[in-house]
């Protein structure tokens, strides 16, 4: 009895191995027909790495002064939302999978060679209120909430490692009254 349970076992688990790689089989075609069909638009490709010392001379260059001018680069984006107010939060994310799932992608985004690190203070610098000194609102410049997070550890680098200066708020002391005032007793 115990050999015949045995060779049941064996048997069961010899068609399920052979089910088990049927099953792979059918499988692993279907995978590779649906790599191949997907063709992604190199303006949507968001996979390469550009370095940050190729942004800072973007942030100089010619190319940069013909699309922005002067303004800051979240100056003429538009936000693409349904009914007449916009949400309070800005889209979680525009790049998925390394491309971008969105239509309208925000300002960061949109442009691949705008890189948020703590050395591109040019960039940097356009997303802090030149009345305050503090860091602009998503909802203002309409950066994704992706983007923004990155963008509120660069600053707070860049404050840190003393690429961007702030400003500490002045007081003014009346030091006379520190001191015993000896001439009235
Ligand atoms: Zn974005």
Redesign the pocket.
Known sequence: MALLSNLNSCIRRKFLAEAITSVRFYCEPADNVGEEQKQIDPLKDRTKIIPTETSIKYMQSKAYEQSYGDKPVWALYRRNHKGGLAPRKT?K???RNGIISTGN??P??RDEYLVLDHRNTKLLEQFISEHTGQVLDAFKTG??Q??HKELLVAIERAWDQGNLTYDVPFREYDYSLYYKKENTQ
């Open positions: 889209r994310t525009c790049v992608p925000c960061i985004c950066l994704c992706k983007k």
